[in-house]
């Protein structure tokens, strides 16, 4: 998928797309930042992420929560509105809609998008997710 998508995630107003380059250049953002992936479905996170045993049920329960393993960040976004959005994709790279060091414009959002998805909960700012980087047995929380 090539498009950028504009929808309400789970935390906020985001930029969608399986394509890093085209979420580069929408956003203006340096090429050495990586983007978080979001998953609908556990089975597809555990294929392509190894998540430490000691977390996986912290994972799969979490909500509104980003975690970071070797440098990866993702969210589970488990049975949503947002989840049944990504589900066809099986994930998406995910990234607030503003320009990368700025903050939230609804002109910007739109000129920028390929495509609006709204749903019930409307396009809405609202408060960042939680990061936790995982190791084996311990977390730290980031944000």
């Not at 929408?26 to 979001?38: A, D, S, T, W, Y």
């Not at 709204?118 to 730290?140: N, P």
């Amino acid at each position: 998928m090539k498009k950028i998508l504009l929808a309400q995630t789970d935390t906020t107003v985001g930029f969608l797309s399986q394509n890093a380059e085209r979420l580069e250049e929408v956003k203006m953002r340096e090429g050495n930042k990586p983007f978080l992936k979001v998953y609908s479905e556990f089975s597809t996170l555990r294929n392509a992420i190894r998540i430490p045993l000691y977390f996986r049920g912290v994972v799969r329960h979490a909500r509104k929560t980003t975690f970071i393993v070797k440098n990866q960040a993702f969210r589970y976004v488990g049975d949503t509105e947002h989840a049944r959005l990504i589900q066809p994709y099986g994930w998406l790279y995910s990234t607030s809609a503003n320009p990368s060091g700025g903050s939230f414009d609804n002109t910007f959002c739109f000129d920028r998008s390929d495509r609006v998805i709204e749903d019930s909960r409307g396009l809405q700012e609202l408060s960042a997710s939680h990061i936790y980087k995982l190791g084996r047995v311990r977390r730290r929380r980031i944000r």
